[in-house]
């Protein structure tokens, strides 16, 4: 029945009708039930909302008032006028913004729009300018664009009075303007470009005096307008030639008739203007005068006039001048330089390619050496062999003659001979790149040792110096034959270079996993500088004797134990002694296989009574062979092919004793082959010995899956006779053992 969206005043006549139209209507009814009494208490209800509710509107109007009051009173105080329009009408404004213009000020009242209030201003009398026009201020704020944002103009109004008007749209709904009097600072800034127009002169005077550069200004008809005192020096004219006013002219032929400028370009007036023109600059170097040099810098000015600077650039000439003399100097120095390096780099790549073609004749020379020495390495040792066993042999029998010292003699000095040339033969097949030239196995330590002991302890009596060994058990991963000859030539070296009545120790250190073989000595000792040298070939320490060797011992022994990966190690002290060593790795006793070896020591002083079978192609050592078994009381059946073997085998009809056999034979013939023939043959397993030239890992195991022992030539003749022994005493115990068992 009540809109709450009703004014209050219609809320309020409305509740009245209610209410009277309820007491009426209880005033007639004899009995009030609960009904009517329900409706009547919340008519009374209503009646007290509308009454608080009319108290807070007139409370509220009673705010409005006071504040718009308050608000008013505001903007009188404020020293800036304000006008405020809501829905792009003006709601209020202070009297300074109403009275601004007093032509106007009747018709700034409430109610006033926005458009036609910037109307209302643009057509007072009392505005005299704007820097932009009010119609533009309105379609900005108009725009939407600059929501939020200030756009203002200034203002002049009568009496020489300015104002900066800011329009601000500080909502959808509201826009205010704000009147802001500027007149002190437009009359201040007015006074300061009056006072700098008026010592513009002085200013630009100032400047043209005080600058470093000669500056000179002339009109369009080429007259003298300003210059300053630099100009002046740097020219050489009085200041009377220079007075404003003066043909450019006038100034040139001045110059020319005292002789400053001698050139003829710079005095055409005529190519100035001309190149001024097209360029609106000109960039020139003159000569001034006898000894100075000018840059000219001429720049059109906006009226049709021109600047002439000018610079004195004589000095920087003249260092230019020097610069260039040096660089000139300095280049003709590097060209020389340049052709000496040159024909010095011409000279060190003949050189070097000399060098390099020597080197290859030698690398080619040293190539051919070694291939001489690994090819005839056999047909150089057959002959030393052959010698050796006849040597033996001539021993034997001169024995308790006169020339037994004789042939002591030819021993020793065939046996210097014998090592030095197991030596190069060593070395040339260290150098080799054939890998089999040295093959790791399990070797034993102790037979080596006791080997070495048995075949240098003649040596050691003969120079009275002590040798001493140290059995040692452990097995070594190396190569049998270069670790025994490393093994003997420390040892000789050692015996050869300690005095008479010296000590020699031959033993081993275990280090872990490793083990070290140490050659010890008490003699001359080795300095610290030769101890960096002496591995290298024909190299002696400077203590060394005269007559002591050439120098390729420890050679060999360095060679070989780079490429078996054993660690080498000498320490010395001259007059105290040395000790060589040579690292290992040892081999685990439950897994090695060492290398079986036969007796290393001549025990044996019985006579050879036993039929040998000497199988070998060349005539000399099959002949030295046979002398030398013979003396021992062998009978021998000598044999140069494994046809011919097999022909004395037929005739004897049984098999010999032992078999003696070179590896290399005729053509394709070989001792195994024989051996093996020999053995088939006679249906018996012959011992045999293999005695070849060729130390290769192939024919090492060729001896060994045929139940060969192998030796290297020349044969060691001590070992030689024992083995022979201890083979066909072994291969009889066998014999022996199997008749037993069956």
């Known amino acids: 029945m009540i809109d709450p969206n009703d004014p209050p005043q219609v809320q309020v006549e409305k509740q009245a009708k209610i209410i009277n139209a309820l007491i009426r209507r209880a005033s007639r009814q004899k009995d009030v039930g609960p009904s009517a009494y329900r409706a009547f208490q919340s008519a009374i209800d209503l009646q007290q909302k509308v009454a608080a509710q009319t108290l807070e509107l007139e409370s509220a109007r009673y705010e409005r008032e006071r504040t718009r009051k308050t608000l008013a009173e505001a903007l009188a105080s404020m020293e800036e006028g304000l006008a405020l329009f809501s829905d792009g009408a003006l709601n209020i404004c202070n009297d300074l ?18 458009a036609e209030c910037f109307d209302l201003m643009a057509g007072s009398d009392y505005l005299v300018s704007t820097d932009r026009t009010l119609p533009n201020l309105r379609r ?79 009109s369009a008809a080429g007259e003298v307008m300003m210059q300053n005192g630099r100009f002046r020096d740097i020219l050489g004219v009085p200041l009377t030639v220079l007075q404003p006013g003066t043909p450019l002219q006038e100034l040139l032929d001045f110059m020319r008739a005292r002789a400053l400028i001698t050139e003829d370009a710079p ?118 062999n052959a010698a050796k066993l006849l040597i033996s042999s001539l021993q034997e029998t001169t024995r308790e003659t006169r020339f037994s010292p004789m042939v002591d003699r030819l021993e020793g000095a065939f046996a210097s001979a014998e090592y030095l040339l197991h030596s190069l033969l060593d070395i040339s097949r260290l150098e080799s790149a054939d890998p089999d030239t040295v093959s790791a196995t399990d070797v034993s330590l102790q037979g080596l040792m006791e080997g070495v002991r048995a075949d240098q302890s003649l040596l050691a009596a003969q120079k009275s110096v002590r040798l001493d060994v140290v059995p040692c058990t452990l097995v070594v991963h190396s190569d049998p034959v270069y670790l025994l000859r490393s093994i003997q030539n420390l040892v000789v070296n050692a015996i050869q270079y300690t005095d008479p009545g010296g000590r020699v120790l031959l033993g081993c250190r275990r280090k872990g996993a490793k083990v070290v073989l140490e050659v010890w000595d008490t003699g001359i000792g080795i300095s610290a500088r030769d101890q960096l040298r002496i591995f290298d070939e024909f190299t002696r320490a400077e203590n060394v004797p005269i007559g002591s060797g050439v120098g390729l011992g420890l050679s060999v022994v360095d060679r070989a134990c780079r490429l078996l990966d054993h660690a080498l190690a000498v320490r010395s002290k001259p007059g105290r002694g040395s000790v060589f060593s040579i690292e290992m790795d040892v081999v685990d006793p439950e897994t090695a296989q060492p290398v079986p070896q036969g007796p290393v020591e001549d025990t044996f002083d019985g006579t050879l009574e036993y039929i040998v079978m000497v199988i070998e192609n060349d005539a000399d050592v099959l002949y030295g062979a046979t002398q030398w078994l013979e003396l021992r009381g062998a009978s021998v059946l000598p044999a140069r092919s494994t046809k011919e073997a097999l022909a004395h085998i037929s005739d004897l009809g049984m098999p010999p004793d032992i078999i003696l056999a070179d590896y290399q034979l005729d053509g394709t013939d070989t001792g195994v082959q024989a051996t093996q023939d020999i053995r088939a043959a006679t249906g018996t397993q012959v011992p045999a010995i293999l005695i070849t030239a060729d130390r290769s890992e192939t024919v090492r195991r060729l001896g060994l899956q045929n139940d060969m022992s192998v030796l290297t030539k020349p044969a060691e003749l001590s070992r030689l006779r024992p083995l022979i022994d201890w083979k066909i005493r072994g291969h009889s115990e066998a014999a022996d053992t199997d008749k037993s068992r069956r």
């Open 267 to 384: 005095l055409r007036v005529d190519a100035w203007r001309e190149e001024l023109k097209k360029k609106g600059s000109l960039t020139t170097r003159v000569s001034h005068g006898a000894d100075r040099v000018l840059d000219v810098q001429a720049n059109v000015l906006p009226d049709g006039g021109f600047l002439v600077e000018l610079k004195d650039v004589t000095l920087e000439t003249r260092s230019t001048e020097v610069l260039e003399n040096r660089v000139m100097e300095r280049t003709a120095e590097l060209t020389r330089a340049n052709a000496s390096l040159t024909e010095q780099y011409e000279e060190k790549a003949r050189v070097e390619e000399e060098l390099r073609v020597a080197k290859e004749r030698a690398e080619a020379a040293v190539s051919s050496k070694t291939r001489f020495l690994a090819a005839a390495s056999h047909d150089l040792l057959q002959p030393i």
């Open 97 to 114: 913004f109403k009275g601004l213009l007093p032509d106007i000020s009747e018709k700034i009242v409430p109610g006033l729009t926005l």
């Open 140 to 218: 900005a704020l108009e725009s939407g664009q600059h929501a939020g944002s200030v756009v203002s103009l200034v203002a002049e109004v009568a009496r020489d009075r300015w104002y900066q008007m800011s329009a601000q749209q500080t909502s959808p709904e509201n826009t205010v303007l704000l009147l802001t009097e500027i007149t002190a600072l437009v009359r201040h800034n007015r006074r300061e470009k009056e006072h700098l127009i008026d010592r513009q002169a002085d200013y630009l005077q100032a400047v043209f005096q005080n600058m470093t550069a000669g500056v000179c200004t002339f």
